[in-house]
T-cell receptor
Framework: KAGVTQTPRYLIKTRGQQVTLSCSPI?????VSWYQQTPGQGLQFLFE???????NKGNFPGRFSGRQFSNSRSEMNVSTLELGDSALYLC????????????FGSGTQLSVL | TQLLEQSPQFLSIQEGENLTVYCNSS?????LQWYRQEPGEGPVLLVT?????EVKKLKRLTFQFGDARKDSSLHITAAQPGDTGLYLC?????????FGEGTQLTVNP
């Protein structure tokens, strides 16, 4: 069974640009959540999608958005990039997302210059 | 929002030594999970504990959940270089995980 796939693996952008990250969950998993990991803040919850609906949202500005498609694949978008957005962005999937085991992808390392 | 404190933040030991890392909360956990994250990878679930006083063993790893469900520990016996990684505790609340900042463990051969 294939694991959670995130693309791209690495990304370099400049301030003010926007970026889209992609996540393909494990087949059959309907919940996809996103986390930002930085050395100073650890892992911070961004949002969770289930059956194409955002079910939960963390404390991030509106520049961070996401969506989920009918095949459960998810994308997150960050607009007007800031230097502080440099981080490892992790996607996790689970069957229904309620206190379950999460399966994480390897992440997308975003560097904002 | 529940705050999770993990200690120590960094730990560097020699192969064969034993170690314990801790996770503490300001309030009661509904349930707690431990993950390990290796360099360049996402976290991988090691264990979930739910009941106060619960002890779970996973080979050389022993996980303990405090009686009051406000703290947890992870003990590794005879550490090996393959145990190197970032150990994260998380509290589950619905579909959202709240993570501690983790303990970065390095086991030197």
């Amino acid at each position: 069974k294939a694991g959670v796939t995130q693309t791209p693996r690495y990304l370099i952008k400049t301030r003010g640009q926007q970026v889209t990250l992609s996540c393909s969950p494990i087949s059959g998993h309907r919940s996809v959540s996103w986390y930002q990991q930085t050395p100073g803040q650890g892992l911070q919850f961004l949002f969770e999608y289930f059956s194409e609906t955002q079910r939960n949202k963390g404390n991030f500005p509106g520049r961070f958005s996401g969506r989920q498609f009918s095949n459960s694949r998810s994308e997150m978008n960050v607009s007007t990039l800031e230097l502080g957005d440099s981080a490892l962005y992790l996607c996790a999937s689970s069957l229904v997302g309620r206190n379950e085991k999460l399966f994480f992808g390897s992440g997308t390392q975003l560097s904002v210059l | 929002t529940q705050l999770l404190e993990q200690s120590p933040q960094f730990l560097s030991i020699q192969e064969g030594e034993n170690l314990t890392v801790y996770c503490n909360s300001s309030s009661v956990f509904s349930s707690l999970q431990w993950y390990r994250q290796e360099p360049g990878e996402g976290p991988v679930l090691l264990v979930t504990v739910v009941t106060g006083g619960e002890v779970k063993k996973l080979k050389r790893l022993t996980f303990q959940f405090g009686d009051a469900r406000k703290d947890s520990s992870l003990h590794i016996t005879a550490a090996q270089p393959g145990d190197t990684g970032l150990y994260l505790c998380t509290e589950t609340s619905g579909s959202r995980l709240t993570f501690g900042e983790g303990t970065q463990l390095t086991v030197n051969p």
